[in-house]
């Protein structure tokens, strides 16, 4: 079992940024892809970033592409999304997720271990 607990989010105006952490427990974490997605309300949850084991390899959604950078550190278990230029369609809970498979495939499968979230808003 992973255990991943999310913190960083909070409310923020446009153009500003906010940096979300995601702390591991349990098993090793550098064994598993980390992955950030998020849920708007009245949406569907969405694939926001990927990134690999070794943090060599990442992948983005198109809407955050430029904006938000996604990375982790092995020494501490833990995973970050550092966003920036902030824009209200951005307003959704955003949940850490790790995955025993490819990287490649964390926007399309279901992940292995999912945090509780973090609500992040912003204002226009």
């Known amino acids: 079992q992973v255990q991943l607990v999310e913190s960083g989010g909070g409310l923020v105006q446009a153009g500003g940024s906010l940096r979300l952490s995601c702390a591991a427990s349990?098993?090793?974490?550098?064994?598993?892809?980390m992955g950030w997605f998020r849920q708007a309300p009245g949406k569907e949850r969405e694939f926001v970033a990927a990134?690999?084991?070794?943090?060599?390899?990442?992948y983005y959604a198109d809407s955050v592409k430029g904006r938000f950078t996604i990375s982790r550190d092995n020494a501490k278990n833990t995973g970050y999304l550092q966003m920036n230029s902030l824009r209200p369609e951005d307003t959704a809970v955003y949940y850490c997720?790790?995955?025993?498979?490819?990287?490649?495939?964390?926007?399309?499968?279901?992940?292995?271990?999912w945090g509780q979230g973090t609500q992040v808003s912003v204002s226009s």
């Open positions: 997720a790790a995955d025993s498979g490819f990287v490649g495939y964390m926007a399309t499968r279901e992940p292995d271990y």
């Open positions: 990134i690999s084991r070794t943090g060599g390899t990442t």
């Open positions: 349990g098993r090793t974490f550098s064994n598993y892809c």
